[in-house]
């Protein structure tokens, strides 16, 4: 009996618990949330590791070492963090969702399968060459490692997302009872595999983690140029990340338009909830939302909101072309997802859009004339910015996870007939807790070991740890004064 | 299209399921064998209190030991793909088990990722009982999950497995590590691997013993069979030559007999198991795998691709290969 059952046998008033299923939707969450953090540090610096490297070893010149070798080291941290809170996840669709994993393993089994095999074991076999065998293995080898290591990032993001897209579009399979369950049988592997969400969501979710590392990149060289003005590799590395940036940031807003349209056409009553859209008919599109309160905020309809709408834009957006569109409301299902939630995510994530956007042509504009490193307003602005990439992406998902609910496979298995039926209140909330007191230590450790590598560098450089400004900002990784 | 690639109707040969089987049992093995001896340097870590003696485990176990995990994930995802039933049943009826084992791990990887971050002495000891005690939870809560997959219920049979996996990793490791230190190292090494090598091949017959006399989860019956019967013989000859070899300073050898430990743990594993998949609920291979066309997927994209992890590891190993060089972790 675990303590906290005895302390509820002393008196039940004394802990009240989660239900199974509340906890082990929380868990699930929050677990891949600092998950694909990491997951998505893989996919965005992959670029960066195997430019580095590849003209480390090409040129020779040490701004090139340097980068690489700093870059290297964030992505090992990184990694290793990837792998410990990645784990977790491929054990809970069976301690948590046992019965997700009955319907769909044969859908989903094999995709998670072959990303452990061909992705998860090349990205770690081939780091640990990047990371200790500099000296053991050929130049050429060097370079294949780290482009291998780049690849098996890339090609984990394409199996998982695989997953995740038949969760949304279900396709290639027929309902089946075996062992008296009504379960998914795979009858096209290539239905299943190439569901019609698939290339939205893999070109978005790449370019997101693109997108993420170069405002992270570009952040972090930012303030060392920002301390040491003639510092050649992170001028060099600043330069790099800013052109990713004016290349990556408008394309997501031009593919993800598209992709608004394609989430309309199949999963309608998710398209409603990112507009809170309640009444079928024309759909207006709220540029801007104020909630009227705070309550309004928190509201599950995310009703009561002052909003700056174009009228009948979201019917022109949803239809491409078409104003007068007719677009589902809400109210005619009978069971919706958190509206709140998926609305203000998603006014989240096209507003930090268009952020990025506007730095990436002010960045552009200054590079143009020749003053990126020189405009100390905008080394701070993107300082400043390093975090929100982050920001963007995990609210991008949380419009796709929570606005696909009451579903955990889309019109197929709801997620609560997903939950373990033998798990408890106590254990869910318990392993609850304690994944989120686990992992907020391993978020601030891995702030804290990017912050360390940033005043190494700086001190490597002779940047003196009380010499000029100082950065009063909030994030704590950037501030040198500890 | 498929129809022509890939039979739907019918394995691609006829005993695909039973292969599966074995497949799944082979990534656990390679698991069990690999990050056993992870486990077993971050255990033995533990009885070392000069901080170059810490520094070169570290640097054993630095290059290998996140590959090495990877074949848990190879193994449970392999299991989902061609025994979703199994997969859901073992894991959510061991729910704190399963979930303890990935916390272990996550102490495990951190700690000595970690311990680099800062030149402190408090942070050095935090880190190392991270790092330690991952190593000892993690095995132990493995071993007593394979331990609730063979026995169900049965305390004792349960509490058995997770302590000889225990044991088996400070064989592994002991030996991995004498073979990659000076001489002086291994020879204290090589003491506390046959004195766990002793405590291992104890604890198997104690506790196939305890299943026998109280017909633990009702597996006596597969306990007293001539394979069972094989295994352990064998497993003891191994053993004691392998300590006769480690005496003896011959320590490539040591590890070589050291690694067919867990080997044939594994082996006693699927023997135990087999045919049925799931004893708790008496579920049979053939019942719980998946559809032929499913089967005939995963085995025609996946089989390449396992050969192809085989050979990355022998590169791995290889690139890593002979005496740990004085550098530390970071290297």
Avoid: C
């Avoid at chain 1, 500099?134 to 997953?163: E, H, N, P």
């Avoid at chain 2, 302590?163 to 990793?169: C, Y």
């Avoid at chain 2, 069979?225 to 295994?231: C, Q, T």
């Amino acid at each position: 009996m675990s303590p906290i059952t005895l302390l509820g046998a002393i008196d039940p008033g004394l802990v009240t618990f989660l239900s199974p299923e509340l906890a082990s939707r929380m868990q699930f969450g929050w677990t891949i949330s600092v998950h694909i953090i990491f997951a998505s540090l893989s996919i965005g610096l992959a670029p960066f590791i195997i430019y580095f490297t590849w003209k480390d070893v090409r040129t020779n010149e040490r701004r090139y070492a340097r980068l690489r070798s700093f870059w290297v080291k964030v992505f090992a941290a990184g990694f290793v963090m990837g792998t410990v809170t990645g784990i977790p996840m491929s054990f809970q669709f069976g301690t948590n969702f046992p019965q997700f994993a009955e319907v769909a393993g044969e859908l989903i089994g094999g995709p998670l399968a072959f990303e452990a095999k061909m992705a998860f074991f090349l990205e770690a076999v081939f780091l640990g060459v990047l990371l200790y065998g500099r000296d053991r293995v050929k130049d050429r080898t060097y370079v294949i490692s780290s482009v291998l290591v780049g690849f098996g990032a890339w090609l984990s993001g394409f199996w998982i997302l695989i997953v995740n897209a038949w969760m949304q579009t279900p396709r290639g399979y027929e309902m089946v009872t075996r062992n008296g369950m009504e379960i998914a049988k795979l009858t096209d592997p290539f239905a299943a595999f190439f569901t019609p969400r698939m290339p939205w969501m893999y070109v978005h979710m790449m370019n997101a983690s693109v997108i993420s590392v170069a405002l992270l990149v570009a952040g972090v060289s930012a303030y060392i140029v920002w301390k040491k003005p003639d510092a050649e590799a992170w001028n060099t590395a600043l330069k790099l990340a800013v052109v990713l940036l004016i290349v990556s940031a408008p394309f997501q807003a031009v593919h993800g338009d598209a992709y608004g349209r394609h989430v309309a056409d199949t999963q309608p009553q998710k398209f409603a909830a990112m507009e809170a859209h309640y009444e079928t008919g024309q759909a207006d599109l709220h540029l801007l939302a104020v909630p009227k309160s705070p309550e309004a905020l928190t509201d599950p309809r995310a009703e009561n909101l002052v909003t700056v709408s174009l009228p009948a834009v979201g019917s022109f957006l949803a239809s491409g072309g078409d104003f007068d569109a007719e677009v589902i409301g809400l109210n005619e299902y009978d069971e919706n997802p958190p509206v709140a939630l998926v609305f203000w995510s998603f006014r989240f994530m096209v507003g930090l859009g268009f952020l990025f956007i506007g730095l990436a042509l002010w960045g552009g504009f200054l590079m143009y004339r020749g003053r990126l490193a020189d405009s100390t307003r905008y080394l701070k602005a993107m300082i400043a910015a390093s975090p929100f990439g982050y920001a963007a992406l995990l609210t991008g998902w949380y419009v796709t996870e929570i606005g696909r609910q009451p579903w955990v496979i889309q019109g197929e298995l709801k997620t609560s007939e997903a939950v373990s039926s033998t798990l408890t209140g106590a254990e869910a909330t318990l392993t609850l807790v304690a994944f989120v007191v686990l992992y907020v230590g391993l978020m601030l450790t891995a702030l804290y070991i990017l912050k360390w590598l940033v005043r190494e560098e700086l001190r490597s450089l002779g940047v003196r740890e009380s010499s000029g400004g100082r950065w009063h900002g909030p994030i704590p990784w950037v501030s040198s004064d500890d | 299209m498929t129809d022509t690639l890939l039979p739907v109707d019918a394995y691609l040969v006829e005993s695909l399921p039973e292969i599966w089987f074995g497949a799944v049992l082979f990534a656990l093995g390679m698991y069990v064998v690999l990050d056993g001896f992870d486990f077993g340097i971050g255990m033995l870590y533990a009885t070392r209190t000069d901080e170059r003696e810490r520094e070169t485990f570290l640097a054993a176990f630095g290059p290998v030991w996140d590959a090495n995990e990877v074949w848990v994930v190879a193994f449970g995802t392999m299991l989902l793909a061609a025994f979703p039933r199994v997969y859901s049943r073992l894991l959510a009826d061991n729910y704190l088990l399963a979930l303890g084992f990935v916390v272990a791990l996550v102490f495990r990887g951190l700690g000595p990722e970690l311990r680099e971050q800062r030149d402190d002495e408090r942070w050095k000891r935090y880190t190392d009982y991270a790092f330690i005690s991952g190593s000892v939870f993690a095995p132990l809560l493995l071993g007593m999950l394979a331990g609730r997959w063979l026995f169900g219920e049965a305390t004792l049979p349960v509490a058995l497995t997770g302590v000889g996996l225990v044991a088996v990793s400070i064989v592994t490791g002991a030996a991995f590590l004498a073979a990659k230190t000076e001489p002086g190292l291994a020879s204290e090494l090589r003491a506390y691997g046959i004195g766990a090598t002793v405590a291992y091949l104890g604890g198997v017959v104690v506790l196939l013993g305890t299943v026998v006399l109280t017909d633990g989860g009702g597996a006596a019956d597969a306990v007293l069979s001539l394979p069972v019967a094989a295994v352990v013989a064998l497993s003891v000859t191994v053993g004691l030559s392998g300590s006769v070899l480690a005496r003896r300073g011959r320590y490539r050898a040591w590890l070589a007999s050291a690694l067919a430990l867990p080997t044939l743990l594994t082996v006693l594993v699927a023997i135990l198991l087999y045919p049925t998949i799931y004893p708790p609920t008496g579920l049979l291979v053939r019942e719980a795998v998946v559809s032929p066309l499913a089967l005939n997927l995963v085995t025609v994209l996946g089989f390449p691709v396992l050969v192809l992890v085989l050979w990355y590891f022998k590169f791995l190993y290889g690139v890593f290969s002979g005496p740990i060089e004085g550098e530390g972790y970071e290297g």
